[in-house]
């Protein structure tokens, strides 16, 4: 058999999984002498042995990888002989650059759940055991690169087991740098709110007794504090709303493991393979409503165990567990100990610690099937820091600030976006806080310090605020709908023109006022506006979007000239006459009162109306009955206008108003009459495409479109004829955004468009 030498490379998320070590161990078994080492771009190899053997071997990495490796590319090339049956893994061929040096938290993997509950092990319920191929990793580094010294575990230190583990490559946990035993690792300890520790050699099956008997834990988890009750208890379902402020909003639910998860919802092959994932998102899916967390849950948001503490908890409890955020209100995530009891003390009843840092903050990522794809929701835990690969190479790093709402930022560097964890809301101190210290977290990883800085066009966002604020930095303004549509054109490696269709709640559009049902031509770093909605007036600006019978007043007044048969519509009887009255003055004079497109603002105004809601009690609440309302079985839609004279055309949906209001009359049902709705917005979506569109292919993003029922009738009514692209890697709303404003940022450097007023140097 012929000897030969091949040097192969590996590309795609190889560093950091255990990659090296599963080499080495396929060397080993075909005979194969040679070395691994890592790479900047992946791994490389030498590989030295008989062609049937080295075949073996590129099967091997074309066909397996540990489970939280990507690879995306396998490229041999012959090299000269060389003798020898030695095979090395090269720790001397350390990379110059950072850029894939940092791994995402990976999921508890099958080899140590199973040592885990294996009496015999000697981690037996060790609720921190981890290996090369799971653990925590970006939540608890300090900076680059990634080992233990630079983590939080640096304070642990490795006992002579678990250190001889470390060293060896045959070891599974070979250069694990979050490695520890019980003799040597992180502890748990139970609290009382009072800062009081309880005694007890079982701290998890003291706090699963705890939540078995109706009262509420909090949790310290991989990424931050997670609050813990019986799903299956009404009761500690209630207490803890009422605790936490939160009366409607539905929670997550943790389930032991798929088979419960079947019990709870209704599961596709694609959803049960997400639960699984090593990223173990919260996944959407339709509920059994066995549990009764929410009224009316048609959606249940349900997620599998991803670390050993989870298990345990979850075996220990044998129930399903609602597991939402440690917070108050708005705030983020509590992540420190003496934190939590400061803050959570009032909702929990009993306080579950360890002694391991974390270091950032990583919030459950949200994932959802829409259209037969997933669609992620919210990138966080499971993703971050994950490069999003590029077709275009940034001659230098840019730093996208992102939007306001759900607020992520992302980092450009090399031909890679690097998106930051989810942040929230940038409403208070504290979340702008932990935005301006993930960013400056997420620049070290990187090892750059990006001058280039882009915005979102809103000049009162805080992340606007903070691009202008930074000193010497270039800032490019990029319109919201317009890094909506790009963010789908940077995940495509597409650059235009497209028809692209962004609806969202709101956005700060060219001439001042609020757009968010727009239709954009994009072409590169340009935009054309080809339509949009009718405006409708907000009475009171954000105090009309947490109280949406002002929407839905201005809708209805706009519609019937002013002369709405308020009478008879439910929602108006339990308002105060007076309360119209001034909302009607406001609109009257336009007083504190600016006209908005967004289609979030359509689906709040006729939720509000036929749901009888005036209030939304969390964003978006109106917005997300009013889409679950929707029959599935009704096709029935209302009739649309086209207004074709107008630059750019518009959307008059003052019809749809009409017969929204004949149907209620009518005594309709809520449920008809959504489906309807979303029916007939799905058909003046298509039929503008079809206008508008010409032969370019459609992009779809914005907030509105993690609506499965509204994408899934667009898409139906597009395709085959037309090519339709959605967000796949990164979320749809505004959490995507970053990635969108990267691109257009890059494309107009590369066009030396950038506007020489938008080039401020401080
Ligand atoms: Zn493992
Ligand atoms: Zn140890
Ligand atoms: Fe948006």
């Not at 706090?207 to 109706?214: F, M, N, P, Q, T």
């Not at 991989?222 to 209630?238: E, I, K, P, Y």
């Not at 009690?617 to 107008?646: H, K, M, Q, S, T």
Request: net charge negative.
């Amino acid at each position: 058999m012929a000897r030969l030498g091949l040097h192969i490379e590996v590309r795609g998320t190889v560093q950091g999984v255990g990659y090296r070590p599963f080499v080495y161990q396929a060397a080993h078994r075909f005979g194969i002498g040679g070395r691994v080492w890592n790479h900047p771009r992946g791994v490389s190899i030498d590989a030295h042995g008989p062609m049937d053997a080295l075949a073996g071997l590129v099967t091997t990495l074309r066909c397996g990888a540990p489970p939280a490796a990507r690879v995306t590319s396998v490229a041999c090339t012959e090299i000269a002989f060389e003798e020898g049956d030695a095979f090395v893994i090269d720790e001397s061929a350390v990379s110059g650059e950072r850029r894939v040096s940092i791994p995402a938290d990976l999921a508890t993997c099958g080899d140590c759940l199973r040592e885990l509950f294996d009496p015999a092990d000697r981690r037996y319920r060790y609720p921190f055991t981890n290996c090369t191929n799971c653990g925590p990793r970006y939540s608890i580094v300090h900076g680059a690169p990634y080992d233990r010294a630079n983590t939080s575990m640096a304070t642990f230190r490795m006992c002579a087991r678990c250190q001889r583990e470390y060293d060896s490559p045959q070891d599974r946990r070979f250069h694990a740098q979050p490695n520890a035993c019980p003799d040597c690792g992180p502890t748990l300890a139970t609290v009382t709110p009072a800062g009081q520790e309880i005694a007890t050699p079982e701290p998890i099956r003291f706090a699963a007794r705890a939540i078995r008997a109706g009262l509420i834990v909090a949790l310290k988890g991989l990424g931050g504090f997670h609050l813990a009750c019986d799903a299956t208890s009404a009761t500690a379902v209630r207490r803890l709303r009422e605790r936490k402020h939160r009366e409607t909003k539905p929670f997550a639910i943790m389930v032991r493991d798929l088979a419960e998860a079947d019990r709870l919802a209704v599961l596709s092959d694609q959803e049960r393979a997400l639960l699984t994932s090593v990223e173990r998102p919260i996944v959407l899916a339709q509920s059994r409503e066995v549990l009764r967390c929410a009224p009316d849950d048609r959606l249940i948001g349900v997620f599998l165990p991803y670390t050993p503490l989870h298990h345990l908890l979850l075996h220990d409890a044998g129930v399903p567990l609602v597991m939402t955020s440690g917070n108050v209100s708005d705030e983020p995530m509590v992540t420190a100990n003496a934190e939590a009891l400061a803050q959570l003390g009032d909702i929990a009843d009993l306080f579950l610690v360890h002694d391991r840092e974390i270091v950032t903050r990583v919030d459950d990522s949200v994932v959802r099937v829409i259209g037969g794809a997933p669609a992620i929701l919210r990138r966080s835990r499971g993703y971050v820091p994950r490069a999003i690969e590029t077709r275009a190479t940034f001659d230098e790093p840019i730093l996208a600030c992102g939007a306001h709402l759900k607020n992520t930022f992302a980092i450009a560097t090399g031909n890679n976006v690097f998106l930051g964890p989810h942040i929230g809301d940038l409403e208070n101190l504290a979340t702008f806080e932990a935005y301006e210290t993930a960013i400056e977290r997420m620049k070290d990883f990187l090892g750059v310090s990006p001058r280039v800085l882009v915005h979102d066009l809103h000049p009162d966002y805080l992340s606007t605020r903070y691009a202008l604020g930074q000193p010497g930095a270039r800032t490019i303004a990029v319109q919201h709908h317009h890094a909506h549509i790009a963010s789908v054109l940077a995940e495509h490696g597409l650059e235009g023109p497209v028809l692209g269709i962004a609806y969202d709640g709101t956005g700060f559009g060219l001439d001042g006022t609020s757009w968010g049902g727009e239709f954009l031509i994009v072409d590169g770093d340009r935009f054309e506006r080809a339509a949009t909605f009718r405006p409708i007036a907000l009475a009171g600006g954000d105090l009309a979007i947490r109280q949406p019978w002002r929407i839905a007043l201005a809708l209805l007044d706009d519609a019937f000239d002013g002369k709405p048969p308020l009478g008879e519509l439910p929602l108006f009887r339990e308002l105060l006459s007076q309360e119209i009255d001034i909302v009607r003055h406001m609109l009257a004079d336009g007083l504190n009162t600016t006209p908005a497109r967004g289609i979030g603002r359509y689906f709040d105004a006729v939720g509000a109306l036929v749901l009888g809601m005036p209030v939304a009690r969390y964003e978006g609440e109106v917005a997300l009955r009013w889409n679950l309302a929707a029959r599935d079985d009704e096709r029935g839609r209302y009739p649309i206008v086209l207004r074709d004279g107008a630059s750019p055309l518009e959307v008059d949906p003052r019809t749809i108003v009409h017969g929204v209001v004949d149907d209620l009359l009518a005594g309709a049902g809520a449920g008809t009459i959504s489906a309807r709705f979303h029916n007939t917005l799905a058909e003046a979506t298509i039929e503008v495409a079809r206008a508008r569109r010409g032969d370019l292919p459609v992009v779809l993003s914005g907030g509105c479109f993690a609506n499965a029922r509204l994408t899934q009738s667009i898409l139906e009514g597009l395709q085959p004829e037309t090519r339709v692209f959605t967000n796949r890697r990164v979320p749809p709303g505004d959490g995507g955004i970053a990635l969108g404003q990267i691109h257009i940022a890059a494309a107009q450097l590369r066009a030396g468009t950038v506007a020489q007023e938008a080039l401020v140097c401080a």
